[in-house]
Each structure stands twice: as structure tokens, then as C-alpha cells.
């Protein structure tokens, strides 16, 4: 990574006890009129943010090591996206690309093209959120399958509109009573390396998952297979080496189309542009968001041109799909990566981070909390159990993922959870972080697991 410019100082400093009384006083005022299901993890409001730091109206510094859930990659005020802005907002803010047409969503087009997997004619279309990528994704595929059955894995998570409520397997708080749900989706096992019962190899994983599909719906009615090549929300579960591979090449001797949900995992997030790119999987569409935009609001499908094509003019858009603010942050932010060489500063991140959570692990032994640590680049993760049942029960252990979360805010380190048992600790930082204040945020954490191992 060469050298980067932080607006903020890149520290770590709380000015007393939080939420301070500004924090308080904005919360009642968001009580009597935000909807109560709207839950923010963290107590305090935002002032400011830059690198790695988020600061708060009371004027306390936070560690952010959740990049507002994998979206700001390039951090949250990176000066190419900010100066890109800033020119196109005195120019248009909007015009709808389906009604009179920019350069920028072309240039994006172009980029996205060239940077994901695969050296085939593609063709993109550009959306607003995660949710709305994959929805297209899907669209696509059976129109241009014209078959109607969907392939999902067990823990995915794939957004929270009524389909891919449906593509998503957890149903608190995502699903449960929002029914019903979209019709065609099949669910199947995922590779779960850590909760396999017995070492079960990653090509075995998705001949298992195979058999279902072929028994159950038949090879000829399944229009896509969707998948996350590292789940996110389901607990940054890293698939065993060839599943990805298998599940590709059967979806291709069979006329399926793979759609690769690269929402989280996209954009320099795992040490490469994609993490399919890990086991050399190219996808005939490739859903993203998140990092894509600088943390501006856009999303996108890329794939296979015939497919892509073969969808009927009209029939793929929206009216803010693609807005021109959010390609210039876009454009912006792809150059930031390219020129501070971010996947480089993930793989360094990657070392940096499981060297010394590794050394936790061998700290605490079979006795302690932490059953694995996975991942890959900036997207990794501890899996809690309870004391002791590391290598035989793996009894889940959200409580101290809860109390680890808690305990690391108290000190000013934004750490998030997730997993479909709610019991993994994930670190998603900006790539942009320094090492001096990653260290000081996982010098934390380490703090932290060990206080909830006591
Ligand atoms: C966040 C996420 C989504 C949904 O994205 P939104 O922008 O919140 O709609 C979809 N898939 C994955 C893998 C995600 O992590």
C-alpha cells in the first residue's frame, strides 16, 4: 500500500463515558420516529469518518473494524471518491440512464467487465443494493434458461426483499413471519468445513449437494445455482477447497447458470478483485455491491453476454439504477484499489491479523473459547464455542461473541457478529487502515476473548 493521506488523526480516544449526552439526545429524538426495526448495533451517532476511524458528536474516536459492513473498503472519505463526487454533483445529480444516458455508467460497465473473472464477451447492468443485483441476477437466468427452479445454500444470506428473503436461509430476524415467500427456491448443504461431522472433502460437499438438486428438482428445472463463495452473514464460512469447482462444472455440463453473490466478498475485500478467483471459478454472472461504490449506493450484475442479452429492452433497469454520483464514487473508488494496490494490502492484512490470532488460539488451547479462525484477506473471523468444546461438541457460544462485541465497544472498537448461530466474530476493516491502529484494535480484541474465556 503506498502511502495514504487521513483527514482525521488515526486514534483511538474516548472522552468519557459513551453514549455522551449528544449520542443520548439524538437517540430519543430517532425513538419517537424511526421504525424499532430498524436495530443499529452501536449506540452512538456519527460526526465524522476517515481511514479507520469513525468519530462520534461527542467527540470520541472509534476503531472501525466493520467498514459499515463491508463497504468502505476505500475508507469512508478517500479523496478520489470525494473529489469525484464533488465535480459530478455541480453537473447532474440524476437524469435515469433508461431516459437519457451518461458516460460514467458506460465507463463502469467497462470496468466491471474487465475486472471480474473470465475472459468472455459480458455485458452489465447497474442497480442501487445487494438485494436488487441478485434479484436481477435470478430474472436473468430464467428468462434465459427458461426454466424456474433456484438453487440456494444453507446458511446464504442474500438480502431482505420478499425473494431474496426467500434465497436466505436464516429466518431471525430476517424471515420470520414476513411470508410468504417467493416460490422455486431450493435449498441444499453448504461445505461447512468446521461443522462437517466427518472430514468430508470439498468436491464430496457438492457431489452431496448435487444429488439433492438432481433427486429433488432435476437437473432440467433448475435455472441458476446461487452462492456466496465466502458466506458473509452466515459467518464467513469458507467453503472446503473444490466444492466451488465442482459445483461450477456440473452447473455447466448441465446448462445451469452459477451466479457468484460477491456482495460482501468483491472488490479487493479477500486479497483478490473476487473470491471465486481463490479456486479459479469464473461465473456466468457475478452479483456486487458494497465495496463497488466508495459508499455510495450502487450495485451490479455482470455476466455471460448471451444471457445478459437475451433479456428483451425494457425489461432490466430502474429509476435510479446506475446514478451518475454513484458511478463517479465508483470509477473513483476501482482507481483508489488499482493505485494503493488494495488486494496486496489485504493479503498483508491477512498476516498481520491471523498471526496474532492464531497466537490467541494457541494461547487458550483445546480448553478455551475460540473453535476456528477462517477467512481470507480482510474478511475473517473467530467461531466461539464454549470452553472446551473446541474439538468435540463445537457447543455454540454467542453469548461471548455478544460480550466480545460489547467489551470491544466499551474500549472504542466497532467489531461486528454474524453467523447463523450468532456466534462469530468478523472483521471486515477499511483496507486503508494503518497497521499501528489495526494493531491497537486487535490488541482489543485479544483483551476481549480472553476476559469472555474467564
Ligand atoms: C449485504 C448482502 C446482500 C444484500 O445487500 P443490500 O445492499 O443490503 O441489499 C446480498 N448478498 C450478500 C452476500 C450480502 O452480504
Known amino acids: 500500500m503506498s502511502e495514504i493521506h487521513y483527514r482525521l488523526e488515526q486514534k483511538r480516544h474516548l ?22 426495526g430498524v436495530a443499529s448495533s452501536v449506540p452512538v451517532y456519527v460526526a465524522d469518518a476517515d481511514g479507520g476511524i469513525i468519530t462520534d458528536v461527542d467527540g470520541n474516536s472509534f476503531i472501525d473494524l466493520g467498514s459499515g459492513i463491508a463497504v468502505t473498503t476505500v475508507g469512508a472519505t478517500d479523496q478520489n471518491v470525494v473529489d469525484a463526487v464533488r465535480e459530478q454533483v455541480g453537473h447532474f445529480t440524476h437524469t435515469c440512464f433508461m431516459v437519457t444516458p451518461y458516460e460514467s455508467y458506460v465507463a463502469v460497465a467497462e470496468q466491471l467487465n474487465a475486472l471480474t473473472p473470465g475472459t468472455h464477451e459480458k455485458r452489465t447492468v447497474l442497480f ?46 430476517y424471515k420470520k413471519n414476513f411470508g410468504p415467500f417467493a416460490p422455486e427456491i431450493y435449498r441444499v448443504p453448504m461445505s461447512y468445513p468446521y461443522r462437517e461431522e466427518s472430514q468430508i472433502k470439498g468436491q464430496d460437499a457438492a457431489l452431496r449437494a448435487i444429488s439433492m438438486i438432481e433427486k429433488q428438482i432435476g437437473a432440467s428445472s433448475v435455472a441458476a445455482i446461487l452462492i456466496e463463495p465466502i458466506q458473509g452473514e452466515g459467518g464467513f464460512i469458507v ?58 449506493p450502487l450495485s451490479a ?19 435510479y439504477g446506475g446514478n451518475p454520483l454513484a458511478c463517479a464514487a465508483s470509477l473513483a473508488a476501482i482507481k483508489t484499489m488499482k493505485d494503493h494496490d488494495l488486494n496486496g494490502r489485504a493479503k498483508d492484512i491477512e498476516k498481520l491479523v491471523s498471526k496474532r490470532l492464531v497466537a490467541l488460539l494457541e494461547e487458550m488451547g483445546e480448553a478455551g473459547i475460540i473453535g476456528e479462525i477462517r477467512g481470507r484477506g480482510a474478511m475473517l473471523a473467530i467461531e466461539l464455542v464454549k470452553a472446551g468444546t473446541a474439538h468435540t461438541t463445537k457447543e455454540v457460544n454467542a453469548e461471548a461473541a455478544k460480550a466480545i462485541a460489547a467489551d470491544c465497544l466499551q474500549a472504542g472498537v466497532i467489531i461486528l457478529t454474524c453467523g447463523t448461530y450468532g456466534n462469530v466474530i468478523r472483521l471486515l476493516p477499511p483496507l486503508v487502515i494503518g497497521d499501528e491502529l489495526l494493531n491497537d484494535g486487535l490488541d482489543v480484541l485479544v483483551q476481549a476473548v480472553r476476559r469472555a474465556a474467564e
Open 301 to 319: 450484475i455482470t455476466g455471460r453476454a448471451d444471457l445478459m442479452d437475451a433479456v428483451h429492452p425494457g425489461g432490466l433497469g430502474g429509476t
Open 15 to 36: 472522552s468519557g463515558s459513551f453514549p455522551g449526552p449528544k449520542s443520548a439526545a439524538l437517540d430519543a429524538r430517532r425513538k419517537a420516529v424511526v421504525a424499532g
Open 128 to 173: 442501487n443494493s445487494g438485494a436488487e443485483a441478485v434479484e436481477n441476477a435470478v430474472k436473468v437466468a430464467r428468462l434465459a434458461t427458461g426454466r424456474d427452479a433456484i438453487v440456494a445454500f444453507d446458511h446464504a444470506y442474500h438480502g431482505r426483499t420478499n425473494l431474496t428473503m426467500a434465497l436466505t436461509a436464516k429466518a431471525m430476524p
Open 239 to 296: 467453503p472446503a477447497d473444490g466444492f466451488l469447482p465442482t459445483l461450477a462444472a456440473w452447473a455447466k455440463e448441465n446448462g445451469v447458470v452459477f451466479i457468484a453473490d460477491e456482495v460482501q466478498s468483491g472488490f479487493c475485500r479477500t486479497g483478490e478483485w473476487f473470491a471465486v478467483e481463490h479456486e479459479g471459478v469464473v461465473p456466468d454472472i457475478i452479483a456486487m455491491a458494497k465495496g463497488i461504490g466508495g459508499g455510495l
